[in-house]
Structures are given as C-alpha cells and as structure tokens.
C-alpha cells in the first residue's frame, strides 16, 4: 500500500493550496480517508476526514468553512482544499486511510502517507 501525498508548499496568509493524496495496493473505494498535520514538536493533529462513499465528512473546528475534503473513487485519489489558509496552517500534513468509517483519532488509521509540507507566510 503506499499513499503519495502532494500539492504543498508555500503561500501567503489568505491564500489557497490544493493537497493531493494518491492512493495504491488497496482498493480504495473501501477506505476512508483523513488528513492530518503536524508541527514539529507537537502532536499531530486531526484536520479532515471522509468516509469510504464521500457521505461522512469531518472537519477540525479550526480549519470548517475554510477547508474541503473531497475523493475521486475512479483516481484514487483524495483531496484537501485550503482556502483562506492563516499562518497557523503551517505544518507537515499527511494523508492516510483506514476501512469504510471515518474517525478523528490517528491511531485507528491503517496506513499512512508521507507528508508534505504546507507553509503560510504573514
């Protein structure tokens, strides 16, 4: 299995980004998807997730109206769109999957993405 998150970089504070996470080696129609972040030093954090059919979203309060997570079943892919994006953005986030219900907690997570680094100037 292997998920190959991308999309990150730098941007100013009110500016947008768009993460990609490919996912391969499972059938990825049966997983929800999450993202997560982490700045280094603390513990990474719940951002967004959605269920194996796109029905079931949740958000981190911090980020609601501002972020959307969205899947392609057909791309295997999942997304996280980032608007309005604030300094407090700033993080390593990561993609990772877990079977059919989403969840907030990393450690019910079955599989996991290398990070990519998101950076939001002021």
């Known amino acids: 299995v292997q998920l190959q998150a991308s999309g990150g970089g730098l941007v100013q504070a009110g500016g947008s980004l768009r993460l990609y996470c490919a996912a391969s080696g499972l059938t990825f129609r049966n997983y929800a998807m999450g993202w997560f972040r982490q700045v280094p030093g603390k513990e990474r954090e719940f951002v967004a997730a959605l269920n194996w059919n796109g029905r079931s979203i949740a958000y981190v309060d911090s980020v609601q109206g501002r972020f959307t997570i969205s899947r392609d079943n057909a791309e295997n892919t999942v997304y996280l769109q980032m608007n309005s994006l604030k300094p407090e953005d700033t993080a390593d986030y990561y993609c990772?999957?877990?079977?059919?219900?989403?969840?907030?907690?990393?450690?019910?997570?079955?599989?996991w993405g290398q990070g990519t680094q998101v950076t939001v100037s002021s």
């Open positions: 990772a999957a877990r079977l059919f219900v989403l969840s907030r907690v990393k450690e019910d997570y079955m599989y």
